[in-house]
C-alpha cells in the first residue's frame, strides 16, 4: 500500500497538468455541493424570516385556468386583506 502511494505521488510529480485538473475538480466539487447545501438549509429546512410564519398562506393558480389569469392585477383588489 505504501509503495503504490509512492508510485502515485511520484506520477503525479511527473505529470503536474493531470494533478492540477484533478485537484481542481475536486474543489470544484466541494464547492458546488456546499452550495447546494447552503440553498436547501436557507430554504427547506430553516423557518421563514417572518413575525408569524404560522399564519403565512401560499396561492397557487391551478394550470387549468393559468390562461385565463394572465392579468391578475385588476382582480387582486376584490380579495380580502
Same mark, same amino acid.
Given at each position: 500500500?505504501? *509503495? &503504490?502511494?509512492?508510485?502515485?505521488?511520484?506520477a503525479?510529480?511527473?505529470?503536474?497538468? %493531470?494533478?492540477?485538473? @484533478? #485537484?481542481?475538480?475536486?474543489?470544484? @466539487?466541494? @464547492?458546488?455541493? *456546499? #452550495? #447546494? %447545501? *447552503?440553498?436547501? &438549509?436557507?430554504?427547506? %429546512?430553516?423557518?421563514?424570516?417572518?413575525?408569524?410564519?404560522?399564519? *403565512?398562506?401560499q396561492?397557487?393558480?391551478?394550470?387549468?385556468?393559468?390562461?385565463?389569469?394572465?392579468?391578475?392585477?385588476? @382582480? %387582486?383588489?376584490?380579495?380580502?386583506?
Amino acid at each position: 500500500m505504501v *509503495s &503504490d502511494l509512492r508510485y502515485a505521488l511520484r506520477a503525479l510529480r511527473h505529470h503536474r497538468s %493531470f494533478a492540477l485538473v @484533478g #485537484v481542481l475538480s475536486i474543489a470544484l @466539487g466541494i @464547492g458546488a455541493n *456546499s #452550495v #447546494v %447545501f *447552503s440553498l436547501a &438549509d436557507a430554504l427547506l %429546512f430553516r423557518p421563514l424570516p417572518v413575525p408569524k410564519p404560522a399564519k *403565512s398562506r401560499q396561492s397557487a393558480i391551478p394550470a387549468s385556468r393559468a390562461a385565463a389569469c394572465s392579468n391578475v392585477i385588476p @382582480g %387582486f383588489r376584490r380579495f380580502p386583506q
